[in-house]
């Protein structure tokens, strides 16, 4: 049995010490053991129901840019492309030194976002579903 809240071996420990005959020690033993087994399954369920809002997050991000890529104004569809081609421009003359100022931090954690944002969605989306039936495999395995 894992630590359960850190008190899982203090309480076995406990059992034993106070509960005399065999009967009674294996009964609360393997009601402890009930209660670990549920606490576990509800863990791997709220991970599980996690990885589902995380991907329906990253569907709908991702619906975003199909309707804006599709988008009938030229500026709706082009509009990500040309902010994250300025984003390169800016780091391209910042790290030459042709600005006449240098990036703050702020700048340089908005590229982070806004190319990362592109790099970090399209990875997370091909890999939700897996994580998923990783998770669901392991609670079958425990439960």
């Known amino acids: 049995m894992s630590k359960w809240l850190g008190i899982g071996s203090t309480v076995l420990a406990l059992i034993d010490d106070f509960i005399t005959t065999d009967e009674e020690r ?3 033993k393997s009601e402890l053991l009930k209660v670990e087994n549920e606490r576990h399954k509800n863990e791997l369920d709220l991970r599980t129901r996690i990885l589902d809002l995380q991907s329906q997050v990253v569907n709908a991000q991702q619906q975003v840019i199909v309707a804006e890529a599709k988008g009938e104004s030229r500026l709706q569809r082009n509009w990500r492309p040309i902010t994250m081609l300025t984003f ?3 780091i391209v003359l910042d790290s030459f030194g042709v600005l006449a100022f240098r990036l703050s ?4 954690e908005l590229l982070q976002l806004g190319i990362g ?13 897996q994580i998923k039936q990783s ?3 392991l609670g079958n395995k425990n439960g």
């Not at 931090?105 to 340089?108: H, L, V």
């Not at 944002?117 to 579903?129: D, L, S």
Request: charged letters at 15%; zero cysteines.
């Open 88 to 90: 390169l421009t800016l």
């Open 135 to 137: 998770i669901q495999n």
């Open 105 to 108: 931090e702020q700048a340089w």
């Open 26 to 28: 294996q009964q609360l």
């Open 117 to 129: 944002g592109y790099v970090i969605g399209r990875t997370v989306e091909k890999a939700a579903p």
